[in-house]
């Protein structure tokens, strides 16, 4: 049960999971098979669907395309009983629709379609009823299961709840990331790895840049639970309690004295420079009470991260004196460059006095600091 009360959780940032959650929860509870969807009230059409293996391996697709076109109005009145009895709790069939016995259930489509794949009585549950949404969870008996008795499996008292919650969470996460992936993207030609976490230390959502400094593996890295992982022991309590300070903001917890810390790398390269600051959504236009630490991580080692564009642009460069640059802010030395380019130590030198006198720069390292400067953020990403 462990195991999937984990693999419930990481559905929330990882949607795919849900498959595999349906199925290790049917297996636990004794389930043949099961399904989930969201219903908007504002909409005509369910969406989110996940089904489980037998349904994915053994429906037909016209079945499940009526079930998804909402073809149950036979069905109506077990919403109803969802709509207006406790939430996160299954009941059998029968008593969703109020009878005693198979024989006096209404007819119902999706029943009959549920008996041609040979499945039993249907269970149902309403994981949510918090306007605009209503997400219900709806599972099938094998014949002559005990429906009844599956429904009040007490492990399903705990279970329900975490599925409700993490589906409220995975619909915020979705909606924050749509929320700000245009920023993200701007913060990649930026150079600025960002990380959205939660208080729980799950990450939310991350830009490509986040992506590039996770794939170096060099003291960061995401844990299968979707955590962030400093790899530096005392680094990691120290990021611990700034995440948690900053997600203790709403009760006036957070500590902006120390906002940021030096991580260290295995390799050896520059430290990244991590920042930790809260993020609120304060006029609930998300999720009412929704917050997150909004983690920024400079590489200094990061190649590319300076461009000619902007020097090139101010000074008026010519192509050659913007080559010359380019190896400039990588980092050569003149002598460097007179290699690479394959002229002389004086033809390069007179060159980079040409570069100076137009930017108004005293050498080489007075270039840099003017490209950092004028870098632009709408230069290709490396």
Same mark, same amino acid.
């Given at each position: 049960? =462990?195991? /999937?009360?984990?693999?419930?959780?990481?559905?929330?940032?990882?949607?795919?999971?849900?498959?595999?959650?349906?199925?290790?929860?049917?297996?636990?509870?004794? +389930?043949?098979?099961?399904?989930?969807?969201?219903?908007?009230?504002?909409?005509?059409?369910?969406?989110?669907?996940?089904?489980? =293996?037998?349904?994915?391996?053994?429906?037909?697709?016209?079945?499940?395309? *009526?079930?998804?076109?909402?073809?149950?109005?036979?069905?109506?009145?077990?919403?109803?009983?969802?709509?207006?009895?406790?939430?996160?709790?299954?009941?059998?069939? %029968?008593?969703?629709?109020?009878?005693?016995?198979?024989?006096?259930?209404? *007819?119902?489509?999706?029943?009959?379609?549920?008996?041609?794949? !040979?499945?039993?009585?249907?269970?149902?549950?309403?994981?949510?009823?918090?306007?605009?949404?209503?997400?219900?969870?709806?599972?099938?008996?094998?014949? !002559?299961?005990?429906?009844?008795? /599956?429904?009040?499996?007490?492990?399903?008292?705990? %279970?329900?709840?975490?599925? &409700?919650?993490?589906?409220? %969470?995975?619909?915020?996460?979705?909606?924050?990331? $749509?929320?700000?992936?245009? @920023?993200?993207?701007?913060?990649?030609?930026?150079?600025?790895?960002?990380?959205?976490?939660?208080?729980? !230390?799950?990450?939310?959502?991350?830009?490509?840049? $986040?992506?590039?400094?996770?794939?170096? @593996?060099?003291?960061?890295?995401? &844990? *299968? $639970?979707?955590? %962030?992982?400093?790899?530096?022991?005392?680094?990691?309590?120290? +990021? *611990?309690?700034?995440?948690?300070?900053a997600n203790g903001l709403f009760v006036g917890e957070f500590d902006p004295a120390h906002p940021a810390l030096a991580l260290p790398r295995p390799s050896g390269d520059y430290d990244y420079l991590v920042s930790v600051r809260p993020l609120a959504d304060t006029r609930g236009e998300l999720q009412p009470g929704l917050g997150c630490a909004f983690v920024t991580v400079i590489d200094p080692a990061?190649?590319?991260?300076?461009?000619?564009d902007g020097l090139a642009t101010l000074g008026d460069l010519t192509e050659t004196e913007r080559a010359v640059v380019d190896l400039l802010i990588q980092g050569f030395r003149p002598a460097e460059v007179a290699t690479q380019r394959d002229v002389s130590p004086n033809t390069v030198k007179t060159q980079v006095q040409s570069i100076s006198q137009k930017l108004r720069c005293n050498g080489q &390292?007075?270039?840099?600091?003017?490209?950092?400067?004028?870098?632009?953020?709408?230069? =290709?990403?490396?």
């Amino acid at each position: 049960m =462990k195991t /999937l009360v984990a693999t419930i959780l990481n559905s929330a940032t990882v949607p795919s999971n849900w498959e595999s959650a349906l199925d290790q929860f049917n297996a636990e509870i004794g +389930f043949a098979s099961s399904c989930m969807f969201s219903v908007h009230e504002f909409e005509t059409a369910r969406m989110n669907f996940t089904w489980s =293996k037998f349904l994915r391996d053994h429906a037909p697709v016209e079945t499940i395309a *009526k079930i998804e076109r909402g073809d149950d109005q036979e069905d109506a009145p077990g919403y109803q009983f969802l709509l207006s009895n406790p939430a996160q709790i299954l009941y059998d069939e %029968l008593t969703l629709f109020g009878v005693q016995s198979e024989a006096d259930l209404p *007819k119902s489509n999706v029943r009959d379609l549920v008996a041609e794949l !040979g499945l039993g009585l249907r269970v149902a549950a309403a994981l949510n009823r918090r306007g605009p949404w209503l997400d219900g969870l709806f599972c099938q008996t094998r014949p !002559g299961d005990d429906a009844r008795a /599956l429904a009040g499996d007490p492990r399903t008292e705990v %279970l329900l709840p975490i599925m &409700s919650s993490t589906v409220v %969470l995975g619909r915020m996460i979705a909606t924050l990331t $749509a929320q700000f992936q245009t @920023a993200l993207g701007a913060l990649d030609a930026l150079g600025l790895g960002v990380f959205l976490i939660d208080g729980r !230390g799950t990450v939310l959502t991350h830009n490509r840049e $986040a992506d590039r400094i996770l794939a170096q @593996a060099d003291g960061l890295g995401l &844990s *299968k $639970a979707q955590t %962030l992982v400093v790899r530096n022991e005392d680094s990691a309590a120290q +990021f *611990k309690t700034m995440i948690e300070r900053a997600n203790g903001l709403f009760v006036g917890e957070f500590d902006p004295a120390h906002p940021a810390l030096a991580l260290p790398r295995p390799s050896g390269d520059y430290d990244y420079l991590v920042s930790v600051r809260p993020l609120a959504d304060t006029r609930g236009e998300l999720q009412p009470g929704l917050g997150c630490a909004f983690v920024t991580v400079i590489d200094p080692a990061r190649r590319n991260a300076l461009s000619a564009d902007g020097l090139a642009t101010l000074g008026d460069l010519t192509e050659t004196e913007r080559a010359v640059v380019d190896l400039l802010i990588q980092g050569f030395r003149p002598a460097e460059v007179a290699t690479q380019r394959d002229v002389s130590p004086n033809t390069v030198k007179t060159q980079v006095q040409s570069i100076s006198q137009k930017l108004r720069c005293n050498g080489q &390292s007075d270039i840099i600091r003017v490209a950092a400067a004028t870098r632009l953020p709408i230069s =290709k990403l490396p």
